[in-house]
C-alpha cells in the first residue's frame, strides 16, 4: 500500500491502516464485509469524514458482493457517525450510481463509483494544498517560521490521500516556506497525536500542546494562522468539526489571527441551511476516562459560526464563507 494513502482494494476486500493502533502501532486491517466495513467507521479503525465517505462507498460494494440489497447496506453504513456529512454525500452518491442497474452489474458498479469516490477525494485535496499555500505564503516577520495552529487531524490519515488541513501546511514544506505547527492534543480521543505523527514523518517541526493553551499561544501572538478541517459546512457557512475548534475560532477572532476552515466539496450539506441543524455525535463517556460514578457528557464536535471563519480552502480555490453557496454545482 502507498505509504501515504489510508485505504486501498484489490476488488475482493479493503485494506485500512487501523488509526486506533497508532502512533504505537502502523498495523492495518482488512475489511472485506458490510460489517467489517461498518465496525472500521463506528469504532473509528477509519475516522475523518473524507475518509469515512470513501470506507463506506467501498462498504456498500463488499454488501453488494455478499449478496446483501443495496437499501440495506446504504441503512447499515448511514447508522456509523452522524456528523461528517460526506458519509452521506458517499451513499447517496452510490445509491445514485447504483439504483435501476441491471442485478448482475451492481457489484461491478459499485468498485467502480467507490474507486471513483476515492480517487476524487484524493485529487481535490492535492488542490486544497495548492490553493491553501496562497494563504499561507504571506509577507512576514522574516526571523521566524510561519506559525500555524491545527485541531484534531486532518492530515492524510484522515483522507484518503494529502490531508485537508494539513494539505496547504505539506504544500508550503515542499516549496521551502518554513513553518512550525501548533498541533492541539484533541481530547478526549488525542487526534493531535495522530497529527504529531504525521508532521514528524514529514520532517515538519511541530510542538504539541494542551487544547486549553491554544487561547494563551494566540495572546502572546505566537499564531499567524489557524487551519482545521470539517465534518459538515452548512449553506451558510457554519461549520461542525471536532469539539474544541469553536474555543480556537473565538479566541482566533479576539486575537486577530485568521481562522481557515480546509475542506473540499464533499464536506458542504447545501440541504443543511444553519449550523444549529447539524447533527452532533455524542460519543461513549467512557472515553474522557473518569472514575465510574462520574456523570460525563461527549459531544465529539462543535459548531463554528460562519463570522468566525475567514475564508474556506476547497478544491476550486478560496472561498469566503457569504460565497460559498455559489460553490453549488
Ligand atoms: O472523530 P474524528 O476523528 O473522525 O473527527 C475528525 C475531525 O473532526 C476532522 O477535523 C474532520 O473530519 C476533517 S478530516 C479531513
Known sequence: MDPLRTIAEDGAAV??????????DEAHVRLGTLAEAAHAIR??????APLIGATAAYG??????????????????????????????ALERMRR???????????????????AIAAEDAAANAAIGRHGLALL???????????VMTHCNAGWLATVAHGTALAPIYAAKDSGLPVHV????????????????????????HTLVADNAAGLLM??????????????????????????????ALAAKAHGVPFYVAAPLSTVDFDCPAGD?????????AELGAPPGVPVGNPAFDVTPAALIAAFVTERGIISPSHLFRAKS
Open 15 to 24: 485494506l485500512v491502516l487501523d488509526q486506533t493502533r497508532l502512533p504505537a
Open 60 to 89: 456498500v460494494a463488499l454488501a453488494l458482493a455478499e449478496g446483501r440489497s443495496l437499501e440495506e447496506s446504504l441503512a447499515v453504513l448511514a447508522a456509523t457517525r452522524p456528523t461528517a456529512v460526506n458519509l452521506h454525500w
Open 182 to 205: 501548533w498541533v492541539s492534543e484533541t481530547r478526549p480521543r488525542n487526534q493531535g497525536l495522530l497529527t504529531a505523527w504525521e508532521l514528524a514523518r514529514a520532517g515538519i517541526t
Open 277 to 285: 441543524r447539524i447533527p452532533i455525535e455524542e460519543r461513549d463517556g
Open 43 to 48: 469504532s473509528m479503525q477509519v475516522r475523518g
Open 97 to 115: 450510481a447504483l439504483s435501476g442497474l441491471p442485478e448482475g452489474g451492481l457489484t461491478t458498479a459499485a468498485w467502480r463509483e467507490a474507486r
Open 219 to 248: 495572546m502572546q501572538g505566537r499564531v499567524d494562522c489557524v487551519i482545521v478541517g470539517a465534518d459538515r459546512i452548512a449553506a451558510n457557512g457554519d461549520t461542525a468539526n471536532k469539539v474544541g475548534t469553536y474555543l480556537k
Open 137 to 147: 505564503d504571506r509577507p512576514r516577520d522574516g526571523r521566524r517560521p510561519l506559525q
